[in-house]
């Protein structure tokens, strides 16, 4: 084409289509660009160092990737800590009054009402599953567990303070790639495959905009048509202004947020399958959620005390609703009977509860993917197929609804983390993605990039790594990390086939005369259930079986041409003759 021109549009239908089509763009190079950097940069990693590192571990393992090993380290990482950690006991201690409200014993009160530690005060987590319970401020000892107890049943009890205040909980934004992936997981139990496999269908079928996207924008008429629906169906939840939410930092912002298409179309009225009609559901209820009014909660605390004890009860009430009437992500009411300060109060009950500090949990894919998303390993469009391939390689299972690494993941992450320390840790890849948004934006050479890239780092140390396994393979020492990963396969009963062992043949390599080795392997390419390897130091040659022949051959590629099997006729493309098969 002399003058390619673009055509972009976020959803599939006619008013769309016709629009992008009357107003073609030119063709972004520097998008362009970073894409060639980007298939570039994973082949780089993915073909070399599945050749030169991977595959030489004899482990069984297929591949490494770019985003792929620095996801499985993140997983290795997590069940490292699980296996080191010590559970130690403590208590919770609390008491019950006849006014009805339960309070939790305080060491030290916070400043404000209903106020939570740092980590505590994030907006709502679509991934989380349930509300944890209150807890007072842990007892690490059982005789002071009873002595708080005894105070509180020796000495009477008094309301010291009475606060509270009202807030605004804006109403989350519209729904991107991750946050979708996250919410389906925990709302409808969907994978973020098929996820992805049911948004594909709605996209394709009209009824959604694209769903590969990190932008939390929203087009100004499906603002506006949204506005309209409210004020038709819910006038009391319309805001004063339009709802803009604040974009995530590293954010592409290539196509608008996910939203239905027509928001009169409502989840009842969609025909659809099953799984498509709860996706849609979720879609269209965070879409209009995204553009109403703000909840308002009025968060109350009482503080009481017994003898030098305070004790601490929070409530919470939802006084205006809001955008929860579509998409409710607040803890239920928990609200306090009304009291006065100096009030006395009368004990009902005090006690205290033994429990155990629980291990850091395993992640589920949604939370995987919100933790992919916070480090930046990847993209909308890789966080799905990444996890994907990580279980098709055996490199983690799903063990009770959570990624589990195997056996096997777990010593290719041992390995890699020895070989190519660098390249596994999240941040490393972050700062490959920000490089390719630096591309696509234009202020940077992609092809410079790749060669600084390669030439600095990558293949010095693949050529480090190279040595590494060459000097241990002739000392006899293993580089792998499996050994640490034997508490977190016991249960599974294909731990033992997940770390393929290799057997010594008395076929000698072809080209070295060395024994070669038996390699167990799944792969459907292979006519066999092995293939054979050259144990040789710096050989590395392989044989597969030929069931015709019923001999093991070379690949074609590695083979001695034959002279008699040359013909007559030269090859098209470079002239040479061609081999008669």
């Not at 966080?383 to 983690?396: D, G, N």
Request: hydrophobic share 35%.
């Amino acid at each position: 084409l002399k003058n390619p021109h673009r055509v972009v549009y976020s959803e599939i239908t006619s008013q769309a289509v016709k629009a992008a089509i009357a107003h073609p763009r030119t063709l972004d190079q520097s998008l362009i660009a970073a894409g060639r950097a980007r298939d570039c940069l994973d082949k780089l990693v993915g073909y070399k160092g599945s050749k030169h590192i991977v595959w030489r571990l004899n482990l069984g393992a297929k591949s490494m990737g770019r985003v792929q090993s620095a996801t499985l380290h993140l997983l290795c990482v997590r069940e490292k800590e699980i296996q080191a950690f010590k559970p130690q006991d403590y208590w919770s201690v609390w008491v019950e009054y006849q006014e009805g409200f339960k309070a939790f014993y305080r060491v030290k009160l916070n400043a404000k009402p209903g106020s939570k530690p740092a980590a505590a005060s994030e907006a709502p987590d679509d991934a989380t599953e349930g509300k944890e319970a209150q807890e007072s401020d842990r007892v690490t000892s059982q005789a002071e567990a009873d002595r708080l107890v005894a105070i509180a049943r020796a000495n009477p009890h008094q309301v010291v303070t009475v606060e509270g205040k009202v807030a605004q909980q804006a109403p989350p934004s519209p729904f991107i790639t991750s946050s979708l992936q996250q919410a389906a997981g925990a709302k409808l139990r969907f994978s973020p495959d098929k996820t992805m496999k049911v948004a594909q269908a709605l996209y394709e079928a009209g009824h959604i905009t694209y769903m590969r996207t990190d932008s939390v924008s929203l087009a100004e008429p499906f603002c506006a048509a949204v506005r309209q629906y409210l004020e038709a169906h819910d006038p009391t939840n319309v805001p004063n202004k339009t709802t803009r939410h604040r974009a995530v930092k590293g954010a592409q912002e290539a196509h608008e947020a996910i939203r239905p298409t027509d928001v009169k179309r409502v989840p009842a009225q969609l025909q659809a399958s099953a799984d498509e009609t709860k996706l849609y559901e979720l879609i269209w209820n965070r879409a209009v959620a995204s553009q109403c009014c703000s909840a308002r909660l009025r968060k109350t605390r009482v503080v009481t005390k017994s003898g030098a004890v305070q004790w601490e009860a929070n409530g919470q009430v939802v006084e205006f609703p809001g955008y929860t009437r579509y998409w409710n992500n607040l803890s239920a009411d928990s609200q306090l009977p009304a009291l006065q300060q100096g009030q006395p109060l009368t004990l009902k009950q005090a006690a205290a509860d033994k429990k155990q500090t629980q291990p850091p949990p395993r992640y589920t894919e949604p939370k995987l993917v919100q933790l992919m998303e916070r480090k930046g390993i990847g993209r909308p469009s890789t966080y799905a197929p990444t996890i994907k391939t990580l279980k098709e390689r055996e490199y983690v299972q799903i063990e009770k609804g959570k990624l589990q690494p195997t056996v096997l993941g777990m010593g290719l992450d041992g390995a890699l983390e020895k070989l190519l320390p660098e390249l596994i840790q999240p941040e490393f890849t972050a700062q490959m993605e920000a490089a390719l948004d630096t591309i696509a934006q234009g202020k940077q050479d992609w092809q410079g990039y790749l060669t600084a890239w390669h030439r600095a780092y990558f293949a010095p140390a693949l050529e480090k790594a190279g040595q590494l396994l060459k000097t241990n393979s002739a000392q006899g020492v293993n580089v792998d990390g499996a050994q640490g990963s034997k508490k977190s396969t016991t249960r599974s009963p294909n731990a033992n086939q997940l770390k393929p062992q290799a057997t010594v043949t008395k076929t000698a390599c072809p080209k070295c005369g060395e024994a070669m080795s038996k390699i167990p392997s799944k792969s459907k390419k292979l006519k066999a259930n092995h293939f054979l390897k050259c144990g040789g130091a710096g050989c590395g040659t392989v044989m597969f079986w030929n069931p015709q022949g019923k001999q093991y051959e070379m690949p074609y590629a590695q083979r001695t041409p034959d002279p008699e099997a040359f013909t007559d006729v030269p090859c098209p493309v470079c002239g040479a003759l061609l081999e008669r098969y």
